[in-house]
C-alpha cells in the first residue's frame, strides 16, 4: 500500500471515530492501521518486525551504529513523504487518579508500516532495507 493512501486510510478511520489524526497516541494509530489492512498483512508485518528485533537485539546482528543513525536520518528527513511521528504516552497518577500524558514521539514508516522499536530495528538489521529504496543494509 502506498503512503499516502496508508496515511489517508487511517485519518479518514480516527475522523469518523471523532479523533484528531495529528494528535494519535502510538497504540491508537496502531488500532486504526490494524483495522484497514488485512489479517494477512498484519500477521506478516508483524512476524518481520518480532523477526528483526530478535536480530538485532538479542542477537546483537546488526550494522554499525553510524549506519543506522544514517539510515534513521534518511527517514526523519521525510524526503518521501512516508515518515510520521507518534506522541508516545506514560501512565501518570495524579492526585489519586490514572491519566495519559504525552512523553515524547516515536517514528513510523506508512511504507513498511513499521514503528517505534520494529522501525529502529530495522534501522540496524544488516538484511533490511527501505521499500522506497532510500537506504539499504543488504548491500553492506
Not at 4 to 11: D, I, M, N, P
Not at 19 to 24: G, K, M, Q, T, V
Not at 98 to 125: F, H, M, T, Y
Request: charged share 30%; aromatic share 2%.
Amino acid at each position: 500500500m502506498d503512503s499516502s493512501g496508508h496515511q489517508l486510510k487511517v485519518a479518514s478511520l480516527a475522523k469518523a471515530l471523532g479523533l484528531d489524526p495529528a494528535r494519535l497516541s502510538k497504540s491508537m494509530y496502531t488500532k486504526l492501521s490494524i483495522q484497514i489492512r488485512t489479517k494477512k498483512e498484519v500477521l506478516t508485518d508483524g512476524a518481520k518486525a518480532l523477526g528483526s528485533i530478535i536480530k538485532t537485539e538479542l542477537a546483537r546482528v546488526r550494522v554499525p551504529d553510524d549506519v543506522a543513525a544514517a539510515n534513521a536520518a534518511v527517514c526523519r528527513s521525510n524526503k518521501c513523504g512516508a515518515f510520521i511521528q507518534l506522541d508516545k504516552h506514560k501512565r501518570v497518577k495524579e492526585g489519586g487518579r490514572i491519566s495519559l500524558k504525552v512523553v515524547g514521539q516515536e517514528p513510523a514508516c506508512d511504507v513498511c508500516n513499521c514503528s517505534s522499536r520494529g522501525l529502529e530495528s530495522k534501522w540496524a538489521n544488516p538484511s533490511q532495507k527501505c521499500p522506497k529504496d532510500l537506504w539499504d543494509n543488504t548491500k553492506l
